[in-house]
């Protein structure tokens, strides 16, 4: 097959807030216990922190945590997480039915994401919790001293506050799984009023304002339309989420990037029809502060148990295709997706693996993201792309390849990024850059198998990695590519 990719440098989409390739640790399973911190183990600092895990972070170049839920925080008390280990109580978490010793809490959670050379954003418990519990816990947070919560954090060995910038008014607040869900109308009176707190708190926060769980909730849209409706002087983001798991059909599933953009333009239609409702000037920005392929079906629940192994999704080559063509979406709309997450970040649904005890594992879909969050940096440009559709059982039919381009102008800098979504065609794609002067080719790597389902294991760690391909370092305007059947492809050009 024959396709043809033209960008022009006139054609700029959005320059890329770089929290666009943030990640998740909630307290679910082993993401927190046995993954980012175990005290017991050899790697672990003198935090318990294991050096290993925030290794393996570090190098995924993520600049923004969300943090600590998840469904978890509809049903937590932050307070129970802060001052001396011996004190704080075990909880039953109403969230994953798991124990809850709370030997992590938002100060360990500062420290660690620190060391991982990111930064937090904090969800607020706006299920069983309070506007004036989530003000609380800004003031043990931001405020520098002098009143009651700040001179806690104080007491506590924080001298120091925080300052976490961006907090999230609850999590799916929609759902009737969510501890304390609420319907629309309360749930958008509740989040106004913790947003006028949480600004008094600190006049330099951003916040975010759940969106619907999915586009597959009866009350979507209508329930951004109303959470909008009510939040929209308060709040600067609109969050939505997405999962996608594969269910038989292969065409389907690589289509997930086309549905998310789908659903990315559904939400932003929603927040400009309420943006001119309120005659505002403000654009309301977007939030994919969850999404990632999650095999929930296959999810086994086991009650109160600490640190539970569940959600452990082991991810196959296909998987880590699904991840690159998303994250072509998420950065092609970053005019509007100013901040993204990719849920989660360790053990639960999550790129890194670890084993109690033992090593740490890169799942395949470690792989695409890292590639774009180190090398899809300054602007996004426009993709104008010229390729054979294929026909997909569930959305009709969707372009064989989603494409993403990126230009540094700093370091001139440009990095192209394919997913070739064809399960029996190698594709030759002449790439047009226009207007960015010659540039050289400088590395191509590609992500591809005969196995789809292929994945890694402590047996064989690197049985599906990005392998390099020989470039010829040719200069110019136009380069011909040959995209693999069923591949991702990265090249960089100087
Ligand atoms: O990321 C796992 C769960 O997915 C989160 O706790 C919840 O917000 C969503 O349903």
């Known amino acids: 097959k024959q396709a043809k990719c033209i ?37 672990a600092d003198e935090q318990g922190f294991r050096q290993d895990v925030l290794k393996a972070v570090r190098d995924l170049n993520v ?3 969300r943090y600590p839920g998840g469904n978890f925080v509809s049903g937590y008390d932050w307070k129970d997480g ?55 816990l800004a003031e043990y947070c931001n405020v520098p001293s002098g009143t ?32 304390g869900g609420l319907s629309a109308e309360d749930y958008a009176k509740k989040a106004r009023e913790t947003a006028k ?14 969106g619907s769980s999915s586009k597959e909730m009866a009350t979507f849209p209508d329930w951004d339309r109303t959470v909008l409706e009510t939040c929209y002087p308060y709040i600067d983001y609109i969050s939505l989420h997405r999962y996608y798991e594969y269910e038989g059909n292969t065409a389907n599933f690589l289509a997930a990037f086309y549905d998310l953009d789908n659903l990315i333009h559904t939400l932003k239609a929603t927040a400009d029809y309420v943006k001119a409702k309120h005659r505002s000037d403000k654009v309301m920005m977007l939030s994919l502060d ?25 991810y196959s080559l296909m998987d880590a295709l699904v991840v690159g063509g998303l994250l072509t979406t998420i950065v092609n709309n970053a005019d509007r997706v100013k901040m993204a997450c990719l849920a989660q970040l360790v053990n639960a649904l999550a790129p890194i693996h670890t084993a109690v005890d033992g090593g740490v594992l890169k799942h395949t879909t470690y792989y695409p993201f890292q590639q774009v969050s180190r090398y899809a940096r300054g602007g996004v440009f426009k993709s104008m792309l010229l390729c054979d559709d294929i026909d997909t059982p569930k959305y009709g039919r969707v372009p064989g390849l989603a494409t993403l381009s990126t230009f540094d102008e700093v ?9 070739n979504t064809n399960l029996d065609d190698e594709v030759e794609l002449v790439l047009q850059l226009e207007q960015f002067g010659d540039l050289q080719m400088l590395e ?30 040719e200069i110019g305007q136009e380069f011909t590519i040959t995209l693999a059947k069923a591949s991702w492809t990265m090249i960089r050009f100087e």
Request: charged residues 25%; glycine residues 6%.
């Open 411 to 419: 370091n001139r800098t440009f990095a192209f990024f394919v997913l």
């Open 197 to 210: 707190i949480l600004k008094w708190v600190d006049p330099s926060v951003e916040l975010v304002a759940c």
């Open 444 to 473: 191509q790597q590609v992500l591809m198998g005969d196995e789809l389902l292929a994945v890694n294991s402590f047996d064989a760690p690197e049985q599906v990695i990005p392998r390099a391909k020989m470039v010829s370092g």
């Open 63 to 65: 600049p923004i945590v």
């Open 290 to 314: 969850e999404w990632n392929v999650w095999y929930i079906k296959h999810m086994d629940i086991k009650r109160w148990q600490w640190a539970p192994a569940i959600a452990e999704d082991v």
């Open 82 to 136: 802060i001052g001396p280990k011996t004190d704080r109580p075990k909880r039953l978490d109403y969230a994953w039915l798991a124990i809850e010793t709370n030997q992590f809490g938002i100060n360990e959670f500062a420290d660690w994401v620190k060391k991982a050379h990111s930064e937090g954003m904090i969800a607020v418990n706006l299920g069983t919790g309070t506007p004036q519990e989530a003000g609380y």
């Open 7 to 43: 960008v022009n440098k006139h054609f700029k989409i959005a320059d890329i807030d770089r929290r666009i390739y943030g990640s998740f640790i909630e307290h679910m399973g082993r993401a927190v216990y046995t993954g980012i911190y175990e005290p017991e183990h050899a790697m």
């Open 148 to 179: 009651y919560w700040s001179d806690k954090r104080r007491e506590h060995g924080y001298e120091q506050p925080h300052c976490f910038q961006v907090w999230c008014l609850g999590n799916e607040m929609d759902g009737s799984w969510q501890t």
